[in-house]
């Protein structure tokens, strides 16, 4: 697969004894959904965070479209358009959905800390431009009419997709998804798998890490697996649902 | 609309500050303008700190030093005698460019010191380069250790003013000129300047208020709220947490030092009781008590409790009221005396755990 | 939104309104009598770092101005006392010292009690046209001398000079000097090491520890460390009762000697057996009983002493003293002037001569507003956990 | 620097240090089973050293000392009951104005129920003037029961909280509260207890210290911060590391004052402790990940 537009090589990451990601490489084409599946503590969050930069790896390198990002401030890692959701939502509880939304467009925004203070003319035309755009992706996902909710407010569901509308206004090239369907019913997850197919369809590439195999094998292009911080299978989902490694697993040994 | 309610405070502010000068000349009680100066000064203070700890969600035990450090720099500028200097080639040179001024002390003695107008400036430049220095290691702490870290500062500043001659140790610098502004408006308590001063604190105030909502309002403002909220959500966003950390500890400091510089030359002397912990910890609770995320909670409480006890209102009992005052409002009250429409900023603050 | 527009003025005027009365109450009420009172304001450090001050200024101030009141008052009219306790620090004292100028009017105001808050409002008090009668030590309060600003407790070089004296005539010659890093000891370090090379004597260190320093054997062991002959400390803090211990715990075996600022029991009974044996100049309130009678203080400082004691049952301290020869100086000056007008009174002040207080007997003149000599101090020592006339 | 000097020098810095080990230890107590610092502390040691000094006149010495820390504990515990516990999961920040509110109070409370005079307490063995000698160097046998006195209270508290049901009971809470609770624990009761056994701990301090210190209403502050000091030196939460850097910190003094000005003293150990945030943000002796863990 020619020049993947997301790449580690070698990831290396300790917590004091333990051995969380041991020498990950993982490739994530461009417009692809990717996903990362594992039984818990495979460490498939801890690769999420390296790439992300919220902890540094002890080794290995992270390239994003050929160049390296390893150890990267999550701030810098963002402004080059890879957007994340977390685990547990983390949206900020006291801001409307409007507000978080526009949140997402930081990153997009120029004014400044001084410019805000003068409150020039031109910081006014930017929080319209940006408070429109945030408006459009709203209803894009059928949100607009919580905008002017606080995000504490909403049902858990209703808060991921805030998180999502969150990420996307980042306009980034490569969303990470931290198990999108943790805690979401049947229907919400249908929803979701759609979502996603939707925006990797608008050429923003998705990897995602999740618990819900359905899930992952009808949505994803192609799936890696980890089992205690390695990476033992790779390719696409009929083959891994396949492998024996895998099977063993997730399955137990006398499956295999 | 929504600029009207925005600065509602400014403006409800300068009313009731019109107002309140018409009746106490009316009143002829204009003396109670003396404490109001004062208390507006110190309120900058807790301007400044409410938009560092309200906002941004940074604890500083260190605030009296900025306040401090600004006065006293304005004040050892234009204390220091340069008489001896003259016919020093640069001396003259800064005199002639009217850096320096000339002036006779009461008791008849020549001084050649710094222009005030100029060391005001100096004041806040000094102290917000040293709020950066010092901003940059420490605002990487959080929690308890930040406390320690702006204690410990504040620790440093007050010790530095005890042992350095220059300082006027134990007793303070006195004998600070008024600050001349042009000329007919000048900074300064005698009697005759009162109700002038009065407007120029309120000004200053005002301006500060202003600044201190625009940005609340602006994306550096919304940064520094979701910082707050959520550090981890706001990183991965793009906000350069720790760059807003450190320029909001900063604009706090500046506002501390122009607070300490303009009082310093209201008294004419500034001492080493301006930097002491307890002044820090007064600064933090007047802010807490007025609603930390509320400018004009803490503006209020600021002016309010500092006119109190600059009146002497408690006599010995004046740190028992306010340690009463700022329990009874952190139990009963937490958002704040005043609740204003962001009183779930204020909660949040006061009620979400920051552990975990 | 107007709710809260309303919300706010209301509780900013009901503030001040709460304010303005609370301010009305805060003035003490004159006492009954058919003339209107003289009003004289006071600015003591009652509490804060500096209440063993404040605490017996103020005692004494009210104390004295009863007594003064019961035997009619001066020149026919009542003292009014309006006291303000400034926590020692400088920008209350001016805040207090405008209020008692503007809107009490005062003729004076007595204290503060240290002497940066003196000096930060010494020149408001000489704009102001306001007698101010400082209870702070340092020399520069009246030197240049401010035509409006007087101080009762005596000169600092006349307490360093006296200790030289005595360290001159037991040959020791080679002094180490501590001072406490507040006003008082500031004040005198310069004192002493200005006068020590006219006696003759070397300052081989000198050292200024914390206010409210804990613990002073590192700072002694650096003075034992220069062998010196004789250990000077200079300050008011409670912290001598830890100079005199320490020293004897780190057997840094050389004579003590205190300031004035010792003149107070407690600090002995806090050092317990270490103080004993130490010398300190101090005006004669601590050793008034064992005065000969026919001393011209006698009277004075007993009557003071006991009606003090017996009115608040604690031990008399010198500090205590300082707010009553301020009063006591203004009272005369008062009689003497005739009336209570500022400029008179000011002029009768600096007229005042041989005043007896419980500092000494005062001569002031027009350029001198302190008017004590080196007559003031008596040299005294430590005997068994009491006070006692230096003898060598 | 003659050795007997250098000698001196540490013995006047285990001095400090250990008065300011013993101070510490009452934060960490309460840190730990609560993560408030507790700046009432300081008004604890004065307290118990105020109500000592004022029985030790009726009563002889070891009675006022048990009575005093009694009376502290219960003062503690109240103090929890009536102000910590209404605000339980509150921010930091809330909690630090809280319990500064209380030591302002403390504090006044003191200079009105005694005065602002200074007081002592006799010294437990000798006089004021009794020394003991070491390699030529000298100090007061007080410092001996100082040390003695932290040492047997670390050393009681590891036993405390290892080896009873209680002291288990309130690392659980430290650790979660919330699993704490599920397994039964009444965290309350645990937090209430916290505080009574740092207010005790507090004043037995204030009486061993009461002679060499002496006592009057306004130094608890000064002690609550360097108390804060090193407990944040020595790792948050951690009794042992706190009385070594409290011994450190000590000797960092006293050797800072063999070289510079007194003045500066403060300065030099300030700054220290600032460059160990820097580089060591969970202090000398914490470890990373907790650290982490507990700042943020």
Not at chain 2, 3 to 21: D, F, M, P
Not at chain 2, 207 to 215: Q, S, V
Not at chain 2, 287 to 302: F, R, W
Not at chain 4, 211 to 231: E, N, R
């Amino acid at each position: 697969m020619a020049d993947p537009l997301l790449e580690t090589r070698g990831l290396h990451r300790f917590f004091g004894g333990l051995h969380a990601v041991k020498d990950v490489s993982v490739a994530v084409p461009r417009g692809a959904i990717k996903a990362i599946i594992g039984s818990n503590g495979a460490g498939k969050t801890t690769l999420f965070n390296l790439i992300a930069g919220t902890i540094r790896p002890q080794g290995g390198e992270v390239l994003f479209a050929g160049r390296p990002i390893t150890a990267w401030k999550p701030h810098r890692v963002a402004a080059l358009g890879i957007a994340r959701t977390f685990q547990t939502t983390k949206l900020f509880p006291h801001m409307t959905v409007l507000e978080n939304v526009v949140m997402g467009r930081h990153a997009r925004a120029r004014s400044g800390f001084l410019a805000g203070m003068l409150s020039l003319p031109r910081t006014w035309r930017e929080s319209r431009l940006m408070e429109a755009k945030a408006r459009e992706i709203l209803d894009d996902l059928g949100l607009d009419d919580l905008a002017g909710q606080p995000a504490s407010d909403l049902p858990f569901g209703r808060q991921r997709l805030v998180e999502f509308a969150r990420a996307l206004a980042m306009e980034p090239q490569l969303l990470l998804l931290d198990e999108p369907a943790a805690g979401l019913n049947i229907y919400e997850t249908q929803e979701l798998s759609r979502l996603i197919l939707r925006i990797r369809d608008r050429g923003i590439t998705c990897l995602i890490v999740e618990h819900n195999m359905p899930l992952v094998m009808t949505i994803s292009d192609e799936v890696a697996v980890l089992d205690q911080g390695q990476k033992v299978a790779e390719g696409p989902p009929r083959t891994i649902q396949r492998d024996p490694e895998v099977i063993r697993i997730y399955l137990g040994d006398d499956h295999a | 609309m929504i600029l009207l309610r925005r600065y509602a405070v400014v403006l409800v502010g300068a009313v009731a500050v019109v107002l309140l000068q018409v009746v106490l000349s009316a009143w002829g009680a204009t003396y109670y303008m003396t404490q109001i100066t004062m208390s507006a000064y110190y309120s900058l203070v807790v301007i400044g700190l409410c938009l560092l700890m309200g906002y941004a969600g940074q604890v500083s035990l260190g605030h009296a030093g900025f306040f401090a450090i600004g006065g006293y720099t304005s004040a050892v500028l234009t204390t220091f005698n340069l008489i001896a200097f003259r016919g020093v080639p640069w001396v003259d040179g800064c005199r002639s460019l009217g850096l320096l001024v000339a002036r006779q002390d009461l008791y008849g003695a020549n001084l050649l010191t710094v222009s005030p107008l100029l060391a005001f400036l100096a004041a806040i430049l000094l102290t917000s380069l040293l709020a950066f220095l010092i901003g940059l290691p420490i605002l990487r702490l959080k929690g308890h250790y930040l406390a320690m870290a702006t204690l410990g500062f504040g620790l440093i500043v007050y010790r530095l003013a005890l042992g350095t001659a220059v300082l006027g140790q134990a007793d303070g610098i006195s004998n600070v000129p008024p600050l001349r502004i042009f000329e007919g408006l000048e900074v300064t308590g005698r009697q005759p300047f009162r109700v002038q001063n009065y407007y120029i604190a309120w000004a200053a105030v005002m301006a500060a208020m202003i600044l201190g909502i625009n940005l609340v309002h602006s994306r550096a403002g919304r940064a520094l709220r979701s910082i707050h909220q959520n550090e981890e959500a706001a990183h991965s966003l793009g906000v350069n947490t720790y760059r807003y950390k450190l320029s909001t500890f900063v604009l706090s400091a500046a506002f501390a030092a122009v607070g300490g510089a303009l009082l310093t030359h209201y008294n004419g002397s500034i001492g080493p009781s301006e930097i002491t912990v307890m002044k820090s910890v007064r600064y933090l609770a007047i802010c807490a008590v007025g609603g930390m995320a509320n400018l004009g909670g803490a503006l209020l409480m600021g002016i309010l409790l500092n006119f109190l006890s600059l009146r002497g209102v408690f006599g010995t009992y004046d740190d028992a009221v306010f340690g009463g005052i700022l329990i009874a409002v952190m139990l009963l009250s937490p958002q704040g005396l005043l609740r204003m429409p962001d009183w779930r900023e204020a909660r949040s603050f006061l009620c979400r755990r920051s552990h975990g | 939104m107007t709710t809260r527009l309303t919300m706010v003025i209301g509780t900013v005027l009901l503030c001040f309104a709460l304010v303005l009365t609370g301010c009305k109450k805060q003035s003490p009420q004159p006492t009954p009598v058919t003339k209107e009172p003289i009003k004289i304001g006071a600015i003591f450090a009652v509490t804060g770092p500096a209440s063993f001050l404040g605490a017996p200024e103020m005692k004494t101030a009210e104390m004295l101005v009863q007594k003064i009141n019961k035997d009619g008052g001066v020149v026919g009219r009542p003292l009014l006392l309006i006291v303000k306790d400034s926590g020692a620090k400088p920008e209350n004292a001016i805040s207090f010292a405008r209020q008692l100028m503007d809107e009490d009017k005062v003729l004076a105001i007595i204290g503060p009690s240290t002497s940066g808050e003196t000096m930060a409002i010494k020149n408001l008090c000489q704009e102001g046209k306001t007698i101010l009668m400082s209870c702070a030590a340092a020399e520069d309060i009246v030197n240049p001398v401010a035509s409006y600003v007087f101080k009762t407790p005596q000169k600092d070089s006349d307490a360093a000079r006296r200790i030289f004296e005595v360290l001159k005539a037991k040959g020791l010659l080679k002094v180490g000097v501590i001072v406490s890093n507040a006003g008082f000891g500031m004040a005198g370090k310069a004192q002493l090491e200005k006068i020590a090379p006219e006696y003759g004597v070397t300052i081989a260190i000198s050292e200024a520890y914390d206010k409210q320093a804990t613990d002073l054997t590192d700072v002694l062991t650096k003075l034992k460390g220069k062998d010196v002959q004789a250990v000077i400390n200079w300050s008011i803090v409670p912290a001598q009762g830890l100079v005199a211990k320490n020293l004897k715990q780190i057997r840094l075996d050389v004579p003590l000697f205190q300031s004035h600022g010792f003149g107070n029991i407690k600090y002995v009974q806090a050092a317990g057996e270490a103080a004993n044996g130490t010398i300190f100049p101090c005006g004669r309130l601590l050793v008034a009983d064992v005065l000969p009678a026919d001393h011209p203080q006698k009277a004075v400082l007993t009557s003071y002493k006991s009606e003090y004691e017996s009115l608040y049952q604690e031990d008399v301290s010198t500090f205590g003293g300082h707010a009553y020869d301020a009063i006591l100086l203004l009272a005369e000056a008062i009689r003497a002037a005739g009336s209570a007008d500022t400029d008179k009174v000011r002029d009768a002040l600096e007229g005042l001569q041989g005043v007896v207080g419980t500092a000494g007997v005062f001569n002031l003149s027009p350029t001198d507003h302190n008017g004590l000599t080196m007559e003031a101090f008596e040299m005294l020592t430590v005997k068994d956990g009491k006070f006692a006339v230096y003898k060598d | 620097m003659h050795y007997a000097q250098i000698v001196q020098y540490s013995l006047s810095g285990i001095t400090v240090g250990s008065i300011y080990a013993i101070v510490a230890i009452g934060f960490n107590i309460i840190y730990n089973t609560t993560g408030i610092i507790n700046f009432a502390q300081g008004g604890f040691v004065v307290f118990g050293a105020m109500t000592a000094i004022s029985l030790s006149r009726f009563v002889p010495l070891p009675v006022a000392i048990v009575l005093a820390v009694l009376l502290t504990t219960c003062l503690g515990g109240l103090v929890e009951l009536v102000f910590i516990r209404r605000c339980r999961d509150a921010s930091i920040l809330r909690l630090i104005v809280i319990t500064i509110g209380v030591s302002i109070l403390l504090q006044e409370a003191m200079l009105h129920i005694w005065d602002e005079k200074v007081r002592s307490l006799a010294y437990f063995t000798g006089t004021a003037i009794s020394t003991v000698t070491i390699l030529g160097a000298h100090f007061s046998p007080q410092v001996l029961w100082v040390l003695g006195v932290s040492a047997v209270v670390v050393a009681a508290l590891a036993v405390f909280f290892r080896f009873t049901l209680t002291g288990r009971a309130m690392r659980a809470c430290a650790d979660d509260r919330m699993a704490a609770r599920l397994c039964g624990v009444s965290d309350r009761r645990m937090v209430t207890f916290s505080f009574m056994l740092s207010a005790g701990i507090g004043a037995l301090a204030g009486c061993v210290i009461s002679p060499v210190t002496q006592t009057q209403y306004d130094m608890g502050p000064p002690l609550a911060i360097k108390g804060f000091t090193v407990a944040v030196l020595g790792g948050l939460g951690n009794s042992t590391a706190a009385v070594v850097a409290g011994l450190l910190l000590g000797l960092l003094e006293a050797f800072t004052v063999s070289q510079f000005q007194v003045a500066y003293k403060e300065v030099v150990s300030i700054l220290v402790l600032l460059l160990v945030l820097v580089f060591r943000p969970n202090g000398l002796f914490g470890g990373r990940e907790i650290g982490a863990l507990r700042a943020s």
